[in-house]
């Protein structure tokens, strides 16, 4: 799904405003000239913004997939989640080099002998997300076999699992995600597996619906809360000219939850 660009811009706006405000603080706390402060300010807001523009640059020439890519991955993912064990085994069986491995099958592994070396690879597609217990009972196997390198394939993985992952002795561990699936595994091997499933095309949110959302009538307690913190610190600060800013952006949010007309967000989706 797309990323809707009104929301992209106002987290643009954002971000910029909040690092203005922090250099300003800051400039503004070793140096009492406010026009000074603001120059500088601003001159820091542009060499930010410089250096975002090149680093996202970077970022995008190295780690370049394209829409249709990212699709075509999600829809491999989803087949190897609806396949049965036996599949998603046949399936990366014929994705190892046969000339070079002697392949043998054991539970849900697919071990072969590689340089010398006992490898084994796990296709663990029971969840979306890797589940340690999962996980174990392949590594139990492996062990038996006195495997030296585990490969295992899922879908997504989380931080707090790969840990775990790691923390075992004499052997390693690799978690290859749907990414790194697709990268070191079928695009080298030139084979993917048919496709069962595809999305179709979403809507993309219009500036009415989003308007609909951010200006729920449940939402007005959050937002007059906020402004009545913000303009109460008004009080406190000695500038506080964003603070009553702020507020008064927040006030106005509150009163147009209140006289916007309250629709039906569903009727603009169907």
């Known amino acids: 799904m797309k990323t809707f660009k009104f929301a992209t811009i106002i987290d643009y706006i954002f971000i910029n405003f909040l690092f203005f405000l922090i250099s300003f603080g800051w400039i503004k706390y070793f140096n009492k000239n406010i026009t000074f402060s603001f120059s500088l ?4 807001l542009i060499i930010f913004n410089i250096l975002l523009i090149f680093f996202n640059s970077n970022k995008k ?3 370049k997939i394209t829409k249709k890519l990212e699709d075509d991955i999600e829809q491999y993912m989803l087949t190897f989640l609806s396949n049965t064990k036996e599949e998603n085994l046949k399936f990366f069986n014929k994705t190892i080099n046969k000339e070079n491995s002697k392949i043998y099958y054991k539970q849900n592994l ?3 002998i590689f340089n010398d070396e006992n490898i084994a690879l796990s296709p663990i597609f029971r969840n979306k997300n890797l589940l340690f217990e999962d996980f174990l009972k392949v590594l139990s196997y492996a062990k038996q076999l006195k495997i030296q390198k585990l490969f295992v394939l899922c879908y997504e993985c989380d931080s707090k699992t790969k840990i775990l992952l790691n923390s075992f002795k004499d052997i390693e561990i690799k978690v290859l995600n749907k990414k790194l699936i697709y990268l070191e595994i079928l695009k080298k091997a030139n084979l993917y597996p048919k496709i069962k499933f595809e999305y179709k095309e ?15 009538k449940s939402k007005a307690k959050g937002y007059f809360l906020s402004g ?3 303009f109460f610190c008004s009080f406190i600060v000695r500038y506080n000219f964003y603070y009553i800013f702020m507020s008064s952006i927040l006030f106005l949010f509150t009163l147009f939850c209140f006289v916007k007309k309250q629709e039906n967000i569903k009727n603009d989706f169907f």
Not at 41 to 44: A, E, G, P, R, Y
Not at 202 to 216: E, G, M, W, Y
């Open 61 to 63: 020439t190295k780690k």
């Open 110 to 112: 697919i071990c072969y």
């Open 202 to 216: 979403t809507k993309k949110l219009k500036f009415k619906q989003l308007v609909n959302v951010s200006f729920n």
């Open 228 to 230: 009545l913190l913000t």
């Open 41 to 44: 300010s601003i001159f820091l």
